[in-house]
């Protein structure tokens, strides 16, 4: 309950600030469809899209951690670790590079994310087994070799495609439009995972603990594994790289108590999603009209937050 | 409905540990099982337990073969304690000692009533109820090991294979683990394979002993014709005296 208050509190107040204040009762006469006008159009045009946009890239990212952290059993996982944002990275700023448009560059992006899906996949799981340190390994390897790739085009970039390709390194929400398929995706992930949460509470023993206590363990893992890409893909797809969500989101739940997967799933989708929506609502608006890219004020709000967490637990 | 080891090859890597068991596990019996490090004794107990492919031969349970068989139905007849588990879990003991239940309700998302007060009564007989609301991980070691018998026990399985289940815990702890298993056996609905490290124990709490010498021939029967002290010198390689 919780944090579903949180949420509805972070996506009204992503609604209600900007550089143009809107009111309580202008909003709730605009939702409710009483309203015209200039209110009707900032709410309906501009805020209502980047602010369902974070909350689902939010949810996505913490929900892609959360179940990354049970299927590699290392708390350090996060929903980049098998080299899907370097993928996406290397593919949108190549695309820049090579002076594509912004369609054709998103749709390299979500190429290259998906090629890393399936690289890192192709190269960890071998007759019909695989070994999750070799995944991990994979993972972290192939991200590497994606940053080495990136640093290189942003050396040999345009001065002026610089700033663009650093914004959506850091994540960046301001192009994010069309939310519909990162909410329906959000959703049925959401769902999905709640469903199998005593599955997810059993892997949490390790893999032969589970096996012993009857759950199917490579197609728990294997379904882990595709809703985790999936839930990455879709957020690296709508707004970039933005960190920290998905590490330590599950995390800062788990601290406050809340361990059980039957609820830390549904509580870190929400969570995971209020917390990037009040990251993107202060990102554009504490330095207005200067944006700064989310991905720092997520790392400025969480860092402080966990160093918190962590030092209250005795 | 017997747990069946047929002609079973068991090893690691190139390497194999047990040649050609074959050993009739029934309700009603305590097993114990001896032998040296390395000698395949947890690789036999994972293997008996469905959760490792032997190098030839097979397990069979009644009439199914263990790898024919859905996990969960598995997992509702053989329970194992593993010798080692991650201490990755976050929550309490008495969330996981739940997780037990787990065979029995993977259709629901919330364990029932009768599911708790099962949990609770084998962590009273462990004497964790007093930790019951604690966080695993602040457990000691021996604390931690009593939880995972209680999760084992909270499983209610047919067969229990226990590896190495007297590891961290005190005198009298142990001398309380054995004997309720012992008692387990003896009620002839379970049966109870483990793991030990100590002869006269074998011989005092188990009717039936399996010896693994390594790459060698194993030896399996009754504990008096097979804990003698000429087996278990030829065993360990030392002088035995039971």
């Not at chain 1, 929400?270 to 009209?289: E, I, K, Q, S, V």
């Amino acid at each position: 309950m919780f944090f579903a208050g949180l949420s509805a509190a972070s996506l009204v107040l992503g609604l209600l600030a900007g550089s143009v204040p809107v009111s309580l009762g202008q909003l709730w006469s605009t939702l409710t469809g009483g309203a015209s006008g200039p209110v009707h159009d900032i709410v309906f045009a501009i805020r209502l899209p980047r602010v369902a946009s974070a909350f689902a890239c939010g949810g996505l990212l913490a929900l892609a951690g959360a179940l990354l952290q049970v299927l590699l059993r290392n708390p350090l996982a996060d929903p980049y670790v098998l080299g899907i944002s370097g993928g996406a990275g290397l593919g949108l700023l190549g695309a820049t590079a090579l002076g594509l448009g912004y369609a054709a560059a998103q749709a390299a992006g979500l190429a290259g994310a998906l090629v890393a899906v399936f690289a890192v996949f192709g190269l960890s799981f071998r007759g019909g087994e695989w070994n999750l340190y070799r995944l991990l390994l994979t993972g972290v390897v192939f991200s590497s070799g994606c940053g080495a790739l990136i640093s290189l085009l942003l050396t040999l970039a345009p001065e002026v495609a610089i700033k663009g390709m650093l914004f959506w390194l850091l994540g960046d929400l301001s192009a994010a439009v069309s939310p519909g398929w990162a909410w329906l995706m959000l959703v049925a992930l959401a769902l999905l995972a709640t469903l199998y949460s005593g599955a997810l509470n059993v892997l949490s023993l390790g893999r032969n603990k589970a096996a012993s206590l009857g759950v199917p363990v490579l197609k728990a893992e294997l379904l882990i594994y595709v809703a985790a890409c999936a839930a990455t893909v879709t957020s690296v797809a709508l707004a970039g790289t933005i960190g920290f969500v998905g590490l330590i989101v599950p995390h800062v739940l788990r601290l406050l108590g809340v361990t059980d997967y039957r609820w830390l799933i549904p509580g870190t989708a929400l969570a995971g999603g209020a917390f990037l929506t009040l990251a993107d609502t202060a990102a554009r608006t504490l330095w207005a009209p200067l944006q700064i890219p989310v991905g720092v004020l997520t790392a400025l709000l969480g860092v402080p937050l966990v160093l918190l967490l962590l030092a209250r637990r005795p | 409905m017997s747990l069946s080891a047929r002609a079973l090859s068991l090893g690691f890597g190139h390497r194999t540990v047990v040649k050609h068991l074959a050993v009739d596990i029934a309700p009603g019996q305590c097993w114990a099982v001896l032998g040296n490090n390395g000698s395949g004794k947890t690789t036999f107990l994972h293997t008996l337990g469905g959760i490792r492919r032997p190098l030839a031969g097979s397990v069979v349970l009644g009439d199914c073969a263990l790898s024919g068989l859905d996990a969960g139905a598995r997992a509702r007849s053989i329970g194992l304690l593993l010798q080692e588990e991650p201490l990755e879990f976050w929550g309490s003991v008495l969330e996981y000692v739940c997780l037990g239940r787990y065979p029995h309700r993977r259709a629901r998302l919330r364990p029932a009533p009768e599911d708790e007060a099962i949990a609770r009564a084998h962590l009273e007989r462990l004497e964790l109820s007093a930790l019951a609301e604690r966080a695993l991980a602040s457990l000691s070691g021996g604390e931690r090991q009593r939880a995972r018998l209680a999760l084992v026990l909270t499983q209610q399985p047919v067969y229990y294979l226990l590896d190495e289940p007297l590891q961290h815990l005190d005198l009298r702890h142990q001398a309380r683990v054995l004997e309720h298993f012992a008692v387990l056996a003896a009620g002839a609905r379970a049966a109870v394979v483990m793991v030990l490290h100590d002869p006269r124990l074998a011989q005092r709490y188990c009717d039936h002993a399996l010896l693994l010498y390594d790459g060698q021939a194993p030896l399996a029967g009754t504990s008096p014709e097979v804990l003698t002290a000429a087996n278990l010198e030829r065993l360990y390689g030392i002088p035995v005296t039971l």
